[in-house]
Every structure is written in C-alpha cells, then in structure tokens.
C-alpha cells in the first residue's frame, strides 16, 4: 500500500529553498573546531559536497557581505563574522585563547620575543595568552614574571586599556590601580601617568621601558573587534637590547601587522586601522 506523506513532510519539501541550504552547509563549515583558523578559499570548495568554485565564492561573497563571514587579505582566510561577535556577545576566554594560541606561537618564533595577549577579566587586567621564542628562551623566561596579573600603571597592556576602552571601564580601570611601584622606571604619579595615556591614545601603541620587569620592554597595541570594542591588548616583550635601533623597527612592523590582522579577524571594519 502506498504511503502518503504527511502534512507537515509536504510542507518541509514544498518550503524548502536549495539556495539557503547551500548556504548553511558552507557556514556550518565554520562552526567546526578547527576551523577556528580560518579556511582558504579552496577548503571551503573541497568540503562543500561538491558545490562548483563559483557558487562557493558567491556564498562566501555574501555571508561576508551580511558579516557571517570575515576575509583576512593577509593569510587570505574566512573567518567567522561580526554577527556571531554580536550573538555571542563576546567570546568566552577560552574560545578566544584557543583562537589566539597558534598565532602567538608563530609570532613568537618569528619575531624572537615573548608575544602576549592580555584581556580584561571581569574587573582585573590578565595575560590570556604568552607565547616565548625558541631563541633566547632562558633569558626571556628569567627576566619576566610569571605572573598573570596586568598592573595597569606599569605595562604597555594597561596604558592601551587605559587609552582604548569606553569610558567607565577606564574610570574603573583607573579607580582600582594603586599605582604601586614596581622597578626605578614605574609611572607612579596619576597625573603623569593620565598623560602618558593621552600619548598611547594619539599614537596608537604603548610602550613599556622597563617599568614591570627591570630588564624587560614591551610594545602594546589594541586589537579591535565588532563595532569597535576593545578586545584585548597584543604585545611583543624582549630584552632591553632587542628594542634598540634597527631591532626595534621590524618588532613594530610585525606587532602592527598582527593587531591588524586579529582585528580584522575578529570583525572590526568601522574606520579601518
């Protein structure tokens, strides 16, 4: 006897639109693990059931145009978008450490100093992630803190917290810092330190000569994300001989691409960077 299919199964096959469908298989794609990476174009081609390169590209296309997706002109991959940033909220910590952990590790190794990530932790400055070099690893490893804590007086993590946040969490930032001192180099004046913010906030990046760690410098950029709220802060440490001239121009070349990258990475397109 022949069977007939329900009502609602008609419905589901009347209502269902291929194009759509397509189009979830491809961002579906993205929610895997390890495409926490991000996939090239041909990734996305190979694992999409046989779909041709021309329609994968113009789903990605528009994904990425109602900001699904985001596409990273340097490594040339699709990413997440935007929307999930505003779905979500923000990512937990450790979606965003295990997002971050393969990058650092990289920019560890090819720039020959600690890379760090540091983020905000409910009321409290903390290094999320740090990566160190193979090169000079024991030197590194002596010389710095092994500590999470960020205070913000005395890194160039809490100087760009301090000149990129909104408004009430730098007030907050700010109202709970003791100013306390850590190394001769240690801003400990509130005024002086209000100025050095103004500077980190014109220029763009923070530095930290020495003022956490005696024989350590830092350099701190912020990294964007969806509408522009701060994500976190990424610095690159070293000996104070690694941020002597010429040294110190390629470590800002390479801190600055990456802040970049990441930002794009992670959605952030108003005004660009």
């Known amino acids: 006897m022949k069977q007939v299919p329900d009502s609602e199964t008609q419905l589901e096959g009347r209502y269902t639109i291929q194009s759509v469908r397509k189009a979830l ?10 495409a926490r990476r991000g996939l090239l174009f041909s990734e996305v081609v190979s694992m999409s059931g046989g779909m ?20 990273d002109r340097v490594d040339m991959r ?11 909220g923000q990512a937990s910590l450790a979606e965003l450490k295990a997002m971050l952990e393969g990058d650092l590790s990289k920019a560890a190794a090819e720039a020959g100093v600690i890379v760090h990530f540091t983020v905000l ?8 992630v740090r990566c160190f070099p193979r090169t000079n690893y024991e030197s590194l490893v002596l010389a ?19 000149a990129f946040s909104d408004e009430a969490t730098a007030s907050s930032l700010l109202d709970s810092c003791p100013f306390e001192s850590y190394s001769p180099n240690t801003i400990t004046d509130r005024g002086r330190f209000l100025e050095c913010v103004d500077e980190v906030r014109q220029k763009g990046y923070a530095l930290n000569i020495c003022e956490h760690e ?40 390479l801190n600055k691409a990456l802040a970049e990258s ?3 990475r992670f959605g952030y397109s108003i005004g660009g960077l």
């Open 25 to 34: 298989l491809v961002l579906r794609l993205f929610l895997a693990p390890d």
């Open 52 to 71: 041709s390169k021309s329609n994968v590209l113009r789903i990605l296309s528009t994904l990425k145009e109602e900001g699904f997706l985001s596409y």
């Open 78 to 88: 699709y990413y997440l978008g935007p929307v999930f940033a505003d779905m979500r």
């Open 121 to 128: 932790d409910g009321s409290l400055l903390r290094i999320l």
């Open 144 to 162: 710095s803190v092994d500590d999470p804590g960020v205070p913000v007086n005395a890194t160039g993590a809490g100087k760009v917290y301090m």
């Open 214 to 253: 005696e024989f350590l410098c830092c350099l701190s950029r912020p990294v964007f994300g969806s509408g522009g709220r701060l994500v976190g802060a990424l610095s690159y440490s070293g000996l104070k001989d690694m941020f002597t001239l010429p040294r110190f121009e390629r470590i800002d070349r």
């Open 262 to 264: 990441l930002s794009r």
